[in-house]
């Protein structure tokens, strides 16, 4: 009998699994602009959910220049690791995934790509690389750069080969920078698919087996309805403010707008503005990894730029203010990865404005403060004019066409010019001036 009845549960537990309902779902997320910390967690949480919600399978558009290592890595790892068939669609036409999107696109399951896209340019990059010297290969000479490339290059291959993909080219893509369109892609065994939309590529991936965690696993994806995964309001306020070049902006504008409002009190607006932008750029540099260095480095030029004002140096602080501005720049944000740093185009434009602002309003400031007082009781002292009168001690003068009640230690004659040496009250303190 325990035979009997051990049989029939057997039975009924194979027959309930059989009759279990596949997933009626899958999961679509767009990691779309820089792959930052925000954007990392947020992939990663939402491949996490699909898996929990046992979701058929996991779509990842993609559409980036590149980003940070780090959150790469986490999304990587995220992928690695998921329960559920996790593909990286570079999508729409037009997409790019460039740099970090290019390790991304390796690690899936399954890589499909839109037509009009491209993949590669996965070099890893220093702040300072353009300025070391290169061997007769064109690697870098010095032994960190190696070590970054040798590591990333490493990193790379060992993506391609456990997704089967063309390690050939993927060794090109980090140490050469090679890119690559949609069909030289498929040609080449980088991607498995390439699909015109999301409905084709929902097709396409019908029936497609992948390994999962050394398991073999068929994707279906027939009769699937797409869930789609999104930001709330806090995470894209967030993701805005992690991108190297708004953090850079809003330092720049920071420096400004509290540097003239200490320069000229009272002004309040740029001391407003430069305060929200102080506040802004501290929760963003929370997020993304910022160089000491870089921000002194910047500061520094910031003042040798403002000290050209009042030292006669011919235009070498300028020079030199330059030079520090645009290194501390390059290394303001530490990334190894191409679309993680801060373009040559917006730091140029910050030069051009951070120098007009320095030698067209800064400078009309101090000549304000240097300037003569020409009014009140200060404007009067210097002023010329004639006595109207012959006094020794209170008389009349005329100075500014209008008549003054005056006092004076010497003897003036009617007609005499005179200078205001002082002024009390309504009466004026003069002296008599030479023919």
Excluded: C
């Amino acid at each position: 009998m325990k035979k009997i009845f051990t049989i029939l549960l057997i039975i009924t537990a194979s027959l309930a699994a059989a009759q279990k309902p596949e997933p009626a779902r899958y999961g679509v997320v767009k990691l779309q602009g820089m792959v930052n910390p925000i954007m990392g967690e947020f992939i990663v949480d939402s491949i996490k959910k699909a898996g929990e919600e046992k979701l058929a399978f996991m779509v990842i558009q993609l559409d980036t220049p590149g980003g940070l290592m780090e959150p790469m890595r986490d999304i990587i790892k995220a992928i690695m690791t998921s329960t559920v068939p996790v593909i990286v669609y570079t999508y729409p036409k037009g997409a790019q995934a460039a740099s970090a999107g290019g390790f991304i696109m390796l690690s899936a399951h399954i890589a499909a790509m839109a037509p009009g896209t491209e993949i590669g340019a996965m070099h890893p990059v220093s702040p300072m690389l353009d300025f070391m010297q290169k061997d007769e290969k064109g690697d870098p000479d010095g032994v960190m750069e190696k070590k970054v490339l040798n590591d990333t290059v490493a990193y790379a291959k060992s993506l391609a080969e456990k997704r089967g993909r063309n390690t050939t080219w993927t060794v090109n893509a980090v140490k050469k920078a090679i890119s690559s369109t949609y069909s030289e892609a498929l040609k080449l065994g980088v991607i498995d698919i390439v699909a015109e939309d999301m409905d084709d590529l929902v097709r396409q991936i019908d029936r497609r087996t992948v390994n999962i965690n050394g398991a073999n696993v068929t994707v279906s994806s027939s009769g699937k309805a797409p869930h789609e995964y999104l930001m709330d309001w806090k995470q894209k306020l967030l993701n805005h403010l992690a991108d190297p070049q708004i953090v850079f902006i809003l330092f720049i504008l920071a420096v400004a707008g509290i540097g003239m409002e200490f320069k000229n009190p009272g002004m309040i607006v740029p001391g407003v503005l430069g305060a929200i932008s102080l506040f802004l750029f501290l929760m963003a540099v929370r997020i993304i990894p910022i160089n000491i260095m870089g921000l002194i480095l910047i500061i520094l030029g910031i003042t040798l730029f403002i000290l050209e004002l009042t030292v006669t140096s011919y235009g070498l602080l300028t020079i030199g203010g330059i030079i520090a501005f645009v290194i501390g720049s390059m290394i303001l944000v530490d990334s190894p990865l191409p679309g993680g740093g801060i373009p040559l185009s917006t730091i140029g434009g910050s030069i051009l404005f951070i120098l007009g602002f320095v030698f067209i309003v800064i400078r009309a400031v101090l000549n304000a403060h240097r300037a003569r007082v020409t009014t009140g009781s200060d404007g009067m002292i210097g002023e010329a004019g004639r006595a109207i009168i012959d006094f020794s001690k209170d008389g009349k003068v005329m100075v500014h066409g209008e008549i003054w009640n005056a006092a004076s230690d010497e003897e003036i004659k009617k007609g005499d010019r005179i200078t205001v040496t002082g002024m009390s009250g309504m009466s004026l303190q003069v002296k008599k001036l030479p023919d």
